[in-house]
């Protein structure tokens, strides 16, 4: 069946750098992903919708240039935390619509566990 | 703005027996659907069971079955013969109509233990 996959699952950066996480359909297309945050022992919060061939639509209280976002293509969505410091870490879950007839049902990527340094 | 409630953060049951979840929304649209979705230890999210507005029919899968008051803006969820492997998070989720886009928005979430 469908599946969305990310990368990496786990990484640990300094603070002041930047890392990129990706978000992949598998065996289908998505023109929307989403991100969101988690942090431990709390529910998903949306940080952005990540539309594909636009801009992505951030969240109130989201720093767009903070968590660059970009939808390459129909099948990739990635996320980047620029300059991350600690208050960062946590774990990063993308996700994306289940095709046609799956009345708004997402599919959802393992997650990234960020921990900035 | 949508929001989802979920009013118990723990829940505990004895293996085999039954335990309902609690989901309370609130919403001025009528048209929507909504969710739970399970998030093991792994973190992965997993889904439940599904519940679209329009269906006066409660959703059931297997073991697990919602009981759905469109009125009431309530959405709880039992699970039936509760084995070891359903100690999770559980999250409910609501989702607009067609028009309204695909976005999540989901409740606090409930810790559920299952005891052997």
């Known amino acids: 069946g469908a599946v969305v996959s990310q990368h990496p699952s786990r990484v640990i950066c300094k603070s002041g750098t930047s890392v990129k996480i990706e978000c992949r359909s598998l065996?289908?297309?998505?023109?929307?992903m989403f991100w969101y945050r988690q942090f431990p022992k709390q529910s998903l919060m949306l940080m952005a919708t990540?539309?594909?061939?636009?801009?992505?639509?951030?969240e109130q209280g989201v720093e767009k240039d903070k968590f660059l976002i970009n939808h390459a293509s129909l099948t990739l969505s990635t996320l980047t935390v620029t300059s991350a410091h600690p208050e960062d870490s946590s774990f990063y879950i993308c996700?994306?619509?289940?095709?046609?007839?799956?009345?708004?049902?997402?599919?959802f990527g393992p997650g990234t566990r960020l921990t900035v340094t | 703005a949508q929001t989802v409630t979920q009013s118990q953060p723990e829940m505990s049951v004895q293996e085999a027996e039954t335990v309902t979840l609690s989901c309370t929304y609130d919403?001025?649209?009528?048209?929507?659907?909504l969710f739970w979705y399970k998030q093991p230890p792994s973190r992965q999210m997993i889904l439940v069971i599904r519940q679209e507005a329009y269906k006066q029919q409660n959703a059931t899968e297997n073991r697990f079955s919602v009981n759905f008051q469109k009125a009431a803006k309530s959405f709880s969820l039992k699970i039936s013969d509760s084995q070891l492997g359903d100690a999770a998070m559980y999250f409910c989720?609501?989702?607009?109509?067609?028009?309204?886009?695909?976005?999540?928005?989901f409740g606090g979430g409930t810790r559920l233990m299952v005891k052997p």
């Open positions: 919403t001025s649209e009528s048209d929507y659907y």
């Open positions: 065996d289908f297309q998505a023109t929307t």
């Open positions: 989720a609501y989702r607009g109509g067609y028009n309204a886009g695909n976005m999540l928005t």
């Open positions: 990540s539309n594909e061939g636009s801009k992505a639509t951030y």
């Open positions: 996700s994306a619509p289940r095709p046609t007839g799956g009345h708004g049902e997402q599919y």
